[in-house]
């Protein structure tokens, strides 16, 4: 049993449309990453996210964190080929010491 | 600029010839992280130290072992590699306290191939 469902697992999209990627579980998280990884890299911190309903916006990048902890969404706003990428979420539990991770979504943006 | 660096970047063994991998930190951070990720799959956590304190995952194969000799250096040593353990290693730092969130930095890894 996957505990955070990232979807949609792969996307294509052309470059100037609008996306968003879904982390969601069952169980409440203390905070919850995203990171971008590019190939042959290690994952990149976007944001962290701790407070429930808190949004977050880095350049065209709006992150939020639901109102329970339990999910997160990340929107890009037109799109760019840079962007392209796996996005991970990963969400901490209350006294757990490790991260959970989503499955990841890879991002391929077409020019 | 504080960061995770790894050694090597990329790493070719035999099947059966034991390898060692390395980890250095110059973020002070008190936690230290080993995953292995596999193509288009999420990190899987191996094993991390809180300071001196090793804990290892339950699924993680024998054949997978950590030392960290200072605050600043984590080592990963894979005994008897097998084809099946060809895969990108991850180490990931996080400074663990009362009250802090657990933010984890990741070093660009070390891709490892077994012949």
């Known amino acids: 049993t996957q505990l955070l469902e990232q979807s949609p697992q792969f996307l294509s999209i052309q470059e100037g449309e609008n996306l968003t990627v879904y982390c969601n579980s069952s169980?409440?998280?203390?905070?919850l990453q995203w990171y971008r990884q590019e190939p042959g890299e290690g994952p990149v911190l976007l944001v962290t996210v701790v407070t429930g309903g808190e949004v977050k916006k880095l350049k065209r990048l709006t992150f939020q964190f639901g109102d329970a902890r339990k999910d997160s969404s990340l929107h890009i706003t037109a799109a760019q080929p840079g962007d392209t990428g796996l996005y991970l979420c990963?969400?901490?539990?209350?006294?757990?010491?490790?991260?959970?991770f989503g499955q990841g979504t890879r991002l391929t943006i077409n020019p | 600029d504080a960061m995770v660096i790894q050694n090597p970047r990329y790493q070719v063994t035999q099947f059966g010839k034991p390898v060692t991998l390395s980890c250095s930190q110059t973020l002070n951070h008190n936690v230290m992280y080993w995953y292995q990720q596999k193509s288009s799959q999420a990190p899987k956590l191996l094993f991390h130290y809180y300071d001196k304190d090793f804990n290892n995952e339950a699924d993680t194969p024998d054949n997978f072992q950590s030392r960290r000799p200072n605050t600043s250096f984590c080592f990963l040593d894979i005994r008897s590699p097998g084809l099946g353990d060809a895969a990108m290693y991850l180490c990931?730092?996080?400074?663990?306290?009362?009250?802090?969130?657990?933010?984890?930095?990741f070093g660009p890894g070390t891709r490892l191939t077994v012949l």
């Open positions: 169980s409440v998280f203390s905070s």
């Open positions: 990963a969400g901490e539990r209350q006294g757990a010491q490790k991260l959970v």
């Open positions: 990931a730092t996080s400074r663990r306290g009362t009250g802090r969130v657990d933010t984890q930095y």
